[in-house]
């Protein structure tokens, strides 16, 4: 009788022990068929603190490419992004155009020629042509050549003079504009710099939380096989572990435009690629700003645009109100009279002359233009008065937004870094309790899904503080390039 319990119950164990050894065998068939009908994509490594971006499918996981920081992505921008060598090249248009607009003080020289056939000649010692100013007999010559060289120079001219105020000023105003760009290229390069970091580092987690649930399910279907667990918690691991891998894949495709976007930003080659190189301890250290600083509206780019824009408008006030006064220039004219009655000795025998003078024009009356004008142009500058208004409000509303997101955020931060160390904690004492059979699959469901939930909350809280408080710096005009 105790031999036939001993068989029978080693019977059972051989049983068992073969029904283990089909199931495990069963689960690695499954895992290995999964894996080769999962994409080929491969995941960047985020187990380090260089992250490999990638921009295509085939692109992944390459090592020979540089590998560059947020400043350098940023002095990277500064060289090559397209709008801000086209401001840039802008500036280069303002000074060439101020020159234009001055050479007007220099000598100007011109020579000039008539060449006369009279089909009537004109009576001996009457007529007389004149040419450059300069009277000439003719005669009664029927043929006449007038080659004059006229050299003039400005003394003085309201549009010169007003030239020559607003040339800096328009220089100025190019420069700005080159500024401003620089501003926005640090801001939004930093912008999607964290926002690239920020789904890698959700790659990194969802690497992790699948990899985690991978143990889980697999724990799940030994104690399922072993009775001690019903079919649901295996059925149920199998189910997050799916979400966890759709989440993984979304994330891993959410990096490719992104990455673009930053590519786009910096003017970088799209055939190239790049890692990003960064530092967590440096970065968290970062996040962290001044809130008591007073806003000045002088330190925003767009006041002082808003500024030279006044400046401008005013030399265009004085320049209307000077119209009235003349313009006044001097100049110098020789001119060689060639006259003969046959064309082929017509340059024989030459009858020069030259003279100096000075030039003076005074507008008298211009059907109230210049008043029209004046009026016009203080019409102008009320309305740069009224922009200075709503750039102040505007400045103000972005300020007080971007404190009081960064604020709420970096408080949000704090929390929420306490509750991954919570989830942490949780989960590993929930995990222990399950594998002892003390609590059901559902709580180790719910620790699992609050685990994840949190790290994902900080990371995005994390990376929200420090666009926020690029945001706060752009606001305070602080950014600096």
């Not at 918690?233 to 199998?238: L, M, T």
């Amino acid at each position: 009788m105790a031999n036939n319990s001993f068989s029978k119950s080693t019977f059972r164990a051989l049983l068992f022990t073969v029904g283990l050894s089909f199931s495990v065998f069963t689960l690695h068939a499954q895992n290995d068929k999964t894996k080769t009908v999962a994409p080929s994509l491969a995941v960047p490594d985020t187990s380090t603190n260089t992250l490999l971006l990638p921009m295509t499918m085939q692109d992944t996981g390459k090592t020979g490419a540089e590998s560059l920081t947020l400043k350098q992505c940023i002095d990277f921008a500064m060289q090559h992004q397209p709008s801000l060598n086209i401001s840039l090249i802008n500036i280069d248009i303002t000074k060439t155009t101020n020159s234009i607009n001055l050479a007007g003080w220099l000598p100007q020289a011109s020579a000039s020629g008539d060449l006369i056939h009279y089909i009537q000649s004109p009576s001996s010692g009457s007529p007389t042509t004149t040419t450059g100013g300069t009277s000439t007999r003719s005669g009664s010559f029927i043929n006449t050549f007038i080659p004059g060289l006229t050299v003039s120079q400005a003394i003085f001219s309201p549009s010169l003079l007003y030239a020559a105020k607003a040339a800096p000023i328009l220089v100025k105003q190019a420069q700005q504009v080159t500024d401003s760009t620089k501003i926005f290229l640090v801001s939004e390069v930093s912008k999607s710099y964290y926002n690239v970091l920020l789904t890698l580092e959700q790659i990194s987690v969802l690497k992790e939380d699948t990899a985690r649930l991978g143990r889980s399910l697999r724990d799940a279907y030994h104690q399922y096989k072993g009775g001690i667990v019903d079919e649901t918690d295996y059925e149920q691991a199998a189910i997050t572990l799916n979400n966890s891998m759709a989440q993984l894949k979304q994330a891993k495709e959410n990096v490719v435009p992104q990455y673009a976007a930053l590519k786009q930003l910096m003017g970088y080659p799209p055939q190239k690629q790049f890692n990003v190189n960064f530092d967590t301890v440096e970065m968290a250290s970062n996040i962290h700003i001044d809130t008591l600083q007073q806003l000045q509206y002088e330190k925003r780019i767009e006041y002082q645009q808003i500024m030279t824009d006044k400046s401008l408008q005013d030399q265009t006030i004085n320049f209307n109100k000077l119209q009235f006064l003349p313009t006044v220039s001097a100049f110098y004219n020789y001119n060689l009279a060639y006259q003969n009655n046959q064309l082929s000795h017509l340059f024989n025998n030459s009858y020069p002359n030259s003279l100096i003078g000075l030039s003076l024009s005074i507008p008298i009356f211009t059907g109230f233009a210049r008043l029209h004008s004046v009026h016009k142009a203080k019409l102008q500058q009320q309305i740069i008065s009224w922009n200075e208004v709503d750039l102040k409000s505007q400045i103000y509303k972005e300020y007080t937004s971007a404190l009081a997101n960064y604020k709420g955020n970096y408080y949000n931060l704090q929390l929420l870094q306490r509750n991954v160390n919570l989830a942490k904690r949780v989960y590993f004492v929930v995990d222990l309790q399950y594998k002892q059979g003390i609590v059901p699959y559902l709580n180790l469901i719910t620790a699992e899904s609050n685990l994840i939930t949190s790290e994902i909350n900080y990371l995005n809280a994390l990376f929200q503080v420090l666009s926020n408080k690029i945001d706060l710096q752009k606001a305070m005009g602080n950014i600096t390039y």
